[in-house]
């Protein structure tokens, strides 16, 4: 039986994947089982931040994977404690907790935030305002902070205690703050499962305030956009405000799993002994290739990922057959007239891999991506959305 088929027969059937089998690459150039290469403009969606066989990610792992590959958390271990130094100091948040997943890093943040309601004001404080058109995970806690209905459907009841409240709208999210028990109010700054639709600015600082006011906890879901994705090293550093929690996973490992809730100072120390666990959570290969991912997106990094941003932008921006652009950094929205996966099918019969979300054609590449490549691969998108 071949691969399609086998997976077919065995794996749940939760994923419709292309019919592409990969079996090697190198950097944002991945092969096919028939030795077809493409453009890589996906890259896991978001998760091999320095593309596929990255020299120096998989020296880093590799050293990692040959001393010790898992200790659980009853002990220590350098890359975990060195990669939570390095996050806190590059966002001056005060206190990481480590999972595997985007799922579970928000979890905490969920956690995290209720607990310092349900201490300082009463456990009766436990509601979560998320937004509509939002993402935030596939368990039945996340999949309440998710506005979206069409993932709920059929796994009724989930955890209780969300809001959902339209996105820019700051009169209905002062109205819902001063009617309910709020314990945390989270958010994307740019939406990217709902369509990549970076939020207002002025709509993120009302939250950041109002929240500030209310004894409310912030929290930043920087799951997809974190990890110089916006083309800052967190997306909320675009928008000049300081949430007390931020969650971020996909390309914190470089492609191994790896989530991260950052606590800042409010509460830094919310989460005791026995509050929260996980056994894989900090894992020293995942952590490992974290350190490496993160030390390398320095401000020069982060310059190269706006640059290619404003070029993907303005080359697309316009073009026949596509009705808009957004986006931020290496996180890009493409509206095309024709259905999203139509022209994704074509882009892939011209050996350049995209994503959708929702109705639109998403670029997530790696943050390395080569210029040359980011042109062939926007000529091929370009072609495709226009035909
Ligand atoms: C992907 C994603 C998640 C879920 O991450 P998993 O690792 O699949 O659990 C949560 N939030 C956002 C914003 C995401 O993009």
């Avoid at 110089?228 to 928008?239: D, T």
């Avoid at 596509?322 to 259905?339: A, C, D, F, N």
């Avoid at 210029?371 to 495709?384: G, N, Q």
Wanted: net charge negative; glycine share 10%.
């Amino acid at each position: 039986m071949d691969i399609k088929e086998l997976d077919k027969k065995y794996v749940a059937g939760t994923y419709n994947r292309f019919p592409v089998e990969i079996v090697s690459g190198k950097g944002s150039v991945v092969c096919d089982v028939n030795g077809r290469e493409y453009i890589d403009m996906g890259s896991g969606i978001g998760v091999t931040s320095f593309g596929i066989a990255d020299e120096e990610w998989v020296k880093a792992v590799t050293a990692q994977l040959a001393a010790v590959q898992h200790t659980s958390n009853l002990y220590y271990t350098e890359p975990c404690a060195r990669l939570a130094e390095i996050l806190c100091s590059r966002t001056g948040m005060k206190k990481v907790f480590f999972s595997n997943s985007g799922a579970e890093a928000n979890e905490c943040a969920i956690k995290a935030a209720r607990k310092y309601a349900a201490e300082k004001k009463g456990s009766e404080y436990y509601k979560i305002v998320t937004l509509e058109n939002s993402f935030h995970g596939r368990t039945l806690t996340t999949l309440a902070a998710t506005g979206q209905d069409k993932f709920h459907t059929l796994f009724n009841p989930l955890t209780p205690g969300f809001l959902h409240i339209p996105a820019n709208d700051t009169d209905i999210l002062r109205a819902m703050l001063d009617k309910e028990k709020i314990a945390g109010v989270m958010i994307e700054c740019i939406q990217g499962e709902g369509g990549v639709n970076p939020l207002d600015a002025a709509f993120v600082k009302e939250i950041e305030t109002c929240c500030r006011e209310k004894d409310i906890i912030f929290i930043v879901d920087e799951v997809q956009t974190g990890n110089g994705r916006s083309g800052r090293l967190y997306s909320y550093m675009n928008f000049g405000v300081a949430p007390d929690v931020v969650s971020t996973a996909k390309g914190l490992g470089g492609g191994l799993p790896l989530g991260a809730t950052l606590l800042g100072e409010k509460v830094e120390s919310i989460l005791g002994f026995g509050d929260h666990g996980s056994t894989f959570g900090g894992n020293p290969v995942s952590c490992a290739g974290a350190i490496n991912v993160i030390s390398r997106i320095n401000e020069g990094l982060l310059a190269e990922i706006r640059e290619k941003s404003k070029y993907i932008m303005d080359e697309l921006s316009g073009c026949p057959g596509i009705e808009s652009v957004t986006g931020m950094g290496l996180m890009i929205g493409i509206k095309t007239q024709k259905p999203a996966a139509e022209v994704v099918r074509e882009c892939m019969e011209h050996n350049v891999l995209c994503l959708t979300a929702k109705d639109k054609v998403r670029l997530l590449p790696a943050l390395n991506i080569p210029m040359e490549l980011v042109a062939k691969a926007v000529s091929v998108i370009r072609e495709a959305a226009g035909k």
